[in-house]
């Protein structure tokens, strides 16, 4: 297995992101590192803060970046994450944003 994010030199941003121009596209994100187009899998009812403080964790080594969109809440005093993204060695990325986990990863990593 590939453990090693691909990084091929300068791109066009707009290739990575999303119809919402707000953020990235994780799909095309994954192109971009991992070369190849993902599998993906869907979980919803999560609670994403848990699930990254797991992988920060578990899987420090295999992180190879974390991308957050977010916002500053003036009354909890706080930021809240919207959605992010984080690449993983092994052809594998994590979206976690508004209660659902989406992972992308190419055939045969999810077993």
């Known amino acids: 297995m590939d453990t090693e994010i691909q990084s091929p030199g300068i791109i066009d941003a707009n ?17 971009h590192c991992y070369q190849q187009p993902p599998s993906m ?7 994403n803060k848990k699930i990254l403080e ?3 964790k578990e899987y420090g080594d295999a992180i190879g970046g974390i991308y957050q969109y977010s916002e500053f809440n003036r009354k909890k005093k706080a930021i809240e994450f919207y959605r992010t993204i984080v690449l993983l060695a092994d052809n594998c990325m994590l979206e976690l944003a508004h209660g659902y986990c989406q992972i992308l990863y190419t055939h045969g990593i999810i077993r």
């Not at 990575?16 to 596209?25: P, R, T, V």
Request: net charge negative; charged share 35%; proline share 0%.
């Open 15 to 31: 290739s990575i992101i999303g119809d919402d121009k707000d953020f990235l596209d994780s799909r095309s994100l994954f192109i």
């Open 41 to 47: 899998m869907w979980v919803d009812k999560t609670d």
């Open 54 to 56: 797991y992988i920060k």
